[in-house]
C-alpha cells in the first residue's frame, strides 16, 4: 500500500488540540469517532448517531479539563457512557421484555448472535450489561444511570438471567 497517511495516536494529538489548535482537535476527534459511535450503539441501539454526536460534543467542550493525558481513553468512554445514557434516556421509553420475547424468531439458531440476543432485552437490560462489558462496577453504573445501587445490581442481577434464557432457550 502506497502513501497511506498515518494520523498522529491520540495522545500525541491531544497536549495540541488541547491548547487550541482545531486541525489537532479535528484529527482527535476523528481518531476517536469510531470507539465513541461503537459505544453510543451498544447503550442506545437504535439513536446510537445521536448519541454519538452528543458525546463528541461533550468530549471537545470538556477536553480542557483533562489534567491527566494518560487517562484520555478511560476519560473518553466515560463521557461517551454518560452521553449515551442521557440520549438513550431522552430518545425512548423502555421496551418490557414481553414486547420484546414476542419479537423472538422461531428458529433457536438465530440466538447465535450476541447483537441478536441483546436486541431482545429491554433498554434497561441492554444498558446494565454493555457498562458491565465496558468495565464498570455496580457503584460506576449507579452513578452513569442515576439509580441506587441496589437497582442497578436488580437489574443487572435480571438482565444476566434474560440474556441466559434468550442464549440458550429451552426446548418446549
Known sequence: MADVTELPSPLTLLPRAQSGDEAAM????????PYVARICRSVTHDDGADATQEALLAIYRGLK????????????????IREA????????????????ESRQEANPLDAVHISDVL????????QVLTLRAYGLNEEEMAEVLSLPVGTVRSRLFRARRRFQEAWQPTAA
Open 85 to 100: 445514557v442521557r440520549t438513550a434516556k431522552r430518545y425512548g421509553e423502555e421496551r418490557t421484555c414481553s414486547e420484546m
Open 26 to 33: 479535528n484529527q482527535l476527534l476523528t481518531s476517536i469517532t
Open 119 to 126: 436486541e431482545r432485552l429491554s433498554q434497561a437490560h441492554r
Open 65 to 80: 479539563t483533562l489534567r491527566e493525558p494518560a487517562a484520555f481513553h478511560g476519560w473518553v468512554r466515560s463521557v461517551t
